[in-house]
């Protein structure tokens, strides 16, 4: 699975769009962008998983720009209870059945 | 999404004892479950791939005689740590591979946090 890079930490307001950033620069072409959140003492919740079209469901947006080396994760009204470890994960989807490989992730904190 | 359990949540046991723990998918059928461990203030590693009907597969450095994997059936696999030692004190978190739907995902449990006296 191609490596991904993420800010170590973000804060965001509570109420304004949170947009966490990641770069994949070696994706390959049948490679899926997902994006999980883990909090605090929780298994990972997923959020939103996309190949290079733009992708929106009632959690979050996901923008993969056309060259699709890198993407970004939008809460749009960000609440105390986003706040968590979010996961960018690049893998290819239903191509074997392999667990995930988990970086590092941004904290969000989200600021009352 | 779909739902993954896990159970127990919590679990205090003695040195050298076994623990199981399990894990169910909810709402649809599993061919293929994951375990992972989370040390504190570290990512999710990967341990082991649970297939239904047959033997798991470990990454390396996961003892296979020491933690114990079956998949019984399309929605519950367990995990039995034998003999256990403070050491393999750890947050244990399952996931389940969703292939029914347009595209595949896979879903978490929500954790399993072991403390070996």
């Known amino acids: 699975d191609a490596k991904t890079t993420q800010p170590t930490s973000m804060d965001c307001a509570e109420g304004r769009a949170a947009n966490l950033p990641c770069n994949h620069s070696?994706?390959?072409?049948?490679?899926?962008v997902y994006w999980y959140r883990q909090i605090h003492s929780q298994g990972p919740q997923y959020i939103i998983h996309g190949l290079k079209n733009n992708e929106t469901n009632e959690m979050a947006s996901l923008i993969i720009t056309e060259d699709r080396k890198s993407s970004t994760l939008i809460l749009p009204h960000a609440t105390l209870r986003d706040t968590a470890v979010y996961y960018c994960i690049v893998r290819v989807a239903g191509g074997g059945a392999d667990g995930l490989t988990f970086g590092k992730g941004t904290h969000l904190i989200i600021q009352p | 999404g779909a739902v993954v359990s896990q159970h127990p949540s919590r679990v205090i046991c003695k040195s050298g004892t076994s623990v199981k723990i399990e894990c169910r998918s909810l709402?649809?059928?599993?061919?293929?479950m994951f375990w992972y461990r989370q040390f504190p203030k570290q990512s999710l590693m990967l341990m082991a791939t649970?297939?239904?009907?047959?033997?798991?597969?470990?990454e390396q450095g996961v003892e296979k005689d020491k933690f114990l994997i079956n998949h019984a059936s399309l929605t519950l696999s367990t995990l039995t740590v034998t003999s256990a030692h403070p050491e393999d004190s750890s947050f244990y978190i399952c996931?389940?591979?969703?292939?029914?739907?347009?595209?595949?995902?896979?879903?978490f449990g929500p954790g399993t946090r072991l403390l070996v006296l």
């Open positions: 996931s389940a591979r969703d292939t029914s739907g347009l595209r595949e995902t896979q879903y």
């Open positions: 709402d649809f059928q599993a061919t293929t």
């Open positions: 070696t994706i390959s072409g049948n490679e899926y």
């Open positions: 649970s297939n239904e009907g047959s033997k798991a597969t470990y």
